[in-house]
């Protein structure tokens, strides 16, 4: 029977083809822009430690004097190096790890290549592995590098890809700050959505050309870039261990969630002995977030792209009210059809079912089509400027939402139409006639 | 004409009118808060910076080794972008609105004040930073060559006392509102106070932290720009020169030490800085441009198909009306009436949800409340909207001859 109301379905399309082609096209453009925004915001607001986030947590203190204190205040998003040097030393993790954003210059041992400015993170060791990061080539340095400050670095695949033709360079050397470092690992393609480590920067850009001891980079001098944040007038160079400046992140991995109110007391306790000592003025003021509870709070998301993804879903109720009142409009007019079908002997949800799949057959062309719009929307979305533009593409999770999206749409749209047009009285239709 | 039948016509088609009012409602209700939100987007975009926007260029440098004397250089670096041909006047400096970098500091109007007055921006670079950025003082002078001070030792010497500040008018409003500033002692940097001495009709903040930056919550300090590590060079040129001076300035900057590295992406004019700043915001106006039209031609289309099936649907009643009498202006006026009711339900359901929308969007987005004239515009605009889609099938029921009324009985 399907088959058989298929073809009617069909037959009645084709009769009114401008219409049929109105209402596909409404559908295939609502459905279009909503799934190019979705899926803009579905990439954007996804886990970037995928089976991991929830053990990965983001240490916050509030080491300020009492200018300014508000009670409840967050406490600054980033710590003190003193700070993060101590806790780094207890280690009381599974893994951890201090960083910082900083630049260097590289002189690249090539003659076609003139120096140039790299991104660097400044990192402790653990912070490879607690991330999951990949490597293409050898590994990450070890407890020994960060100890004795060794001149090591762990370099992007694109700078390999720059500087060495993408070949296995580690044991070479690069030339950094006018400082010879070895090259222990080379990354594989990593590009975490958000670059959730350290949100003080580009939320979305790209990971770092070179990690560096943090150690290392501090006897050396290497320029900090980032935000940094002062409290008190201070003489010297801010980027000094006991400088009252917080410009660090600091991450930390446990061996399970519940183990978050241990290490929350360990930050208490922490704290208060540091109050105690009289270096922290403020009442006891720490933060303990696990990552995607911490990408929430920051609300990650660019603001535009959740009102764009709200735009779309309008539009689409727009689309899909048109499509229900063609729709209506198109079936009642078949009244006298109807009516002769009933008196034939076709039930009510025969009809129902008749018209549900003209409806459906509507709803699926608009899908396939909006399908191709949410290509074209996202290869647009791409070629924008903005920071995650290149992160913008389908995946099947994204597809199949697409394909339910476009069914539920013309089914949705053919439910009112085909329950108007199955409750037609017969005998009125067929006297008027 | 008599509007009875016609509400009479529309009480049976209840569903499919009141879907095509349901249509009506919501477009006029996003498209009016879409264009408030692309106004809005414009006036950030067209923000002015106090500064002359049109006749700067910007240079960034990083050393790759130590030098010995990063002011000497810095003075050599000055006199060597003075010579470049169409040059007007230099200075170094520590950021540019709507620029990559940003200093901030609390501003308070006592010596050891435990809530700071206020938040600014401080400015700061060498002699001429001014005069190069193009800044129209509104009262006071530009700082004296007696008051500045190197940053080096402002940095690190207790002891030194920076005399001057120049504010902008935003701050001087807000600290003394109604009271001429001039004279008046602030604490920004160190220990002694700083005494305004020049005020500045607009200077943008760099960015938005703390608040929108055409708030103008900015400062300038007789205080030298940083040289240790990078060195950021503003450059006024004649207009005409812009690319020429950034291509012979570059040249003329290696000359003088050819052991850095020249920045592009911050080697450029100001008017490529302003640009990159704002491309979301006019990539966001150009997408609700977008969805405006797109919802206004969907339901534009929506009005044409439900309006020619009704046509369809009437062809008898309409040959009737025409043999007892009607004119095709009879005909053409119903469908237009029956039009421009439906519109009307629609736009007052549009108005309201316009305001609710409106009202979420000033929770999330810090936006001011709907101006009371974009609901006649957007009343308007649907109305001629729907007047317009109707006008084809309307035309098509007028020529309906009368003879179809005897023929199909």
Not at chain 2, 367 to 372: A, D, K, T, V
Request: net charge negative; charged share 20%.
């Amino acid at each position: 029977m399907l088959g058989y109301y298929l073809d009617l379905a069909l037959r009645s399309l084709r009769r009114n083809k401008a219409l049929t082609a109105l209402m596909v096209v409404a559908i295939a453009l609502g459905i279009g822009a909503s799934m190019t925004t979705l899926t803009v915001f579905y990439v954007l607001s996804g886990d970037p430690v995928p089976g991991k986030s929830d053990r990965l947590f983001f240490v916050q203190m509030d080491p300020q004097d009492m200018n300014g204190y508000t009670p409840g205040v967050e406490p600054p998003e980033q710590v003190t190096r003193l700070d993060a040097e101590t806790l780094l030393r207890d280690g009381r993790g599974v893994r951890q790890a201090l960083m910082a954003g900083g630049s260097v210059a590289i002189e690249p041992d090539r003659e076609d290549l003139r120096p140039f400015y790299l991104r660097a993170r400044y990192t402790s060791k653990d912070l490879f592995e607690m991330f999951d990061v990949p490597l293409r080539y050898g590994s990450a340095w070890g407890d020994a590098e960060d100890g004795d400050r060794a001149r090591v670095a762990v370099i992007s695949a694109a700078l390999n890809d720059r500087l060495f033709d993408g070949a296995d360079s580690t044991g070479g050397s690069i030339r950094l700050n006018q400082t010879t470092f070895r090259i222990v690992g080379v990354l594989d393609e990593w590009r975490p959505a958000p670059r959730f480590y350290d949100l003080t920067g580009t939320q979305y850009g790209e990971v770092e050309e070179v990690f560096l001891p943090f150690s290392t980079s501090r006897e050396l001098s290497m320029s900090f870039s980032g935000n940094m944040s002062c409290w008190e007038r201070y003489q010297g160079d801010q980027t000094e261990s006991g400088a009252p400046c917080t410009w660090m992140q600091y991450w930390v991995e446990l061996a399970s969630p519940a183990d978050a109110a241990d290490y929350r007391a360990y930050l208490v306790n922490y704290y208060e002995q540091q109050s105690a000592a009289g270096r922290f003025e403020r009442p006891t003021n720490v933060r303990l977030r696990d990552l995607m509870t911490w990408l929430e709070f920051k609300q990650v998301v660019p603001s535009d792209v959740r009102l764009q993804t709200w735009l779309a879903f309008a539009f689409l109720l727009v689309c899909l009210i048109n499509t229900v009142g063609l729709l209506l409009a198109k079936f009642l007019r078949r009244s006298g059809e109807i009516g002769v079908r009933r008196a034939l002997g076709a039930s009510r949800r025969d009809i129902l079912v008749q018209f549900l799949v003209e409806a459906t057959v509507v709803g699926l062309a608009g899908g396939v089509l909006g399908l191709g719009l949410a290509w074209l929307g996202l290869w647009a979305v791409r070629q924008q400027p903005a920071s995650y533009a290149d992160l913008a593409s389908l995946d099947p999770v994204m597809l199949a939402t697409t394909f339910g999206l476009a069914l539920a749409a013309g089914v949705l749209a053919g439910l009112l139409p085909a329950w108007r047009a199955c409750r037609i009285t017969p005998a009125i239709q067929l006297k008027s006639q | 004409m008599n509007v009875h039948p016609i509400l009479a016509t529309l009480r049976r088609h209840k569903t499919a009118a009141g879907l095509i009012a349901l249509e009506i409602a919501l477009s006029c209700a996003i498209v009016s808060n879409a264009v408030f939100l692309i106004g809005d987007r414009l006036d950030r975009i067209r923000q002015p910076s106090g500064l002359a926007e049109a006749e700067l260029v910007h240079f960034q440098l990083v050393g790759i080794t130590r030098v010995e004397d990063p002011e000497a250089q810095a003075a050599e670096d000055i006199a060597a972008l003075r010579a470049v041909p169409g040059v007007r006047s230099v200075a170094t400096v520590n950021q540019i609105p709507f620029g990559n970098s940003s200093w901030y500091s609390s501003l308070n109007l006592e010596p050891e004040q435990q809530n700071p007055t206020m938040q600014v921006t401080t400015y700061v670079g060498s002699e001429d930073l001014l005069e190069t950025m193009g800044l129209s003082l509104v009262s006071g002078r530009d700082f004296v060559p007696e008051e500045y001070v190197e940053f080096q030792q402002a940095q690190s010497d207790p002891e030194v006392v920076i005399p001057a500040v120049i504010v902008s008018r935003a701050v001087a409003d807000r600290l003394f509102p109604g009271e001429n500033p001039l004279g008046r002692s602030v604490y920004v940097w160190g220990a002694a106070p700083q005494r305004i001495v020049g005020v500045v009709e607009h200077l943008a903040k760099p960015n938005d932290i703390g608040g929108p930056s055409s708030e103008h919550t900015s400062v300038l300090m007789p205080v030298s720009a940083p040289v240790q590590y990078g060195i950021n060079y503003l450059v006024r040129v004649d207009a005409g020169r812009r690319d020429g001076v950034l291509e012979e300035g570059v040249a003329a900057l290696e000359a003088v030490n050819p052991s850095r590295i020249v920045l592009e992406d911050r080697t450029r004019t100001f008017e490529a800085f302003r640009d990159d700043y704002f491309q979301d915001d006019r990539a966001m106006a150009w997408l609700l441009v977008g969805v405006c039209v797109a919802l206004l031609v969907v339901t534009a289309l929506g009005i044409v198909g439900l309006a020619s099936f009704w046509v369809q649907q009437r062809t008898r009643q309409i040959g009737i009306r025409r043999a007892l009498g009607a004119t095709r202006g009879q005909i053409i006026g119903y469908f237009q009436t029956e039009n421009f009711l439906i519109a009307t339900i629609g736009i007052a359901a549009g108005m309201v949800l316009a305001y609710a929308i409106n009202g979420a969007l000033m929770g999330r987005y810090e936006l001011p409340r709907l101006p009371w004239y974009y609901l006649p515009l957007g009343a308007v605009v649907l109305w001629t909207l729907g007047q317009l889609s109707v006008l084809g099938p309307a035309l098509r029921a007028a020529a309906v001859p009368p003879a179809v009324a005897t023929r199909s009985v």
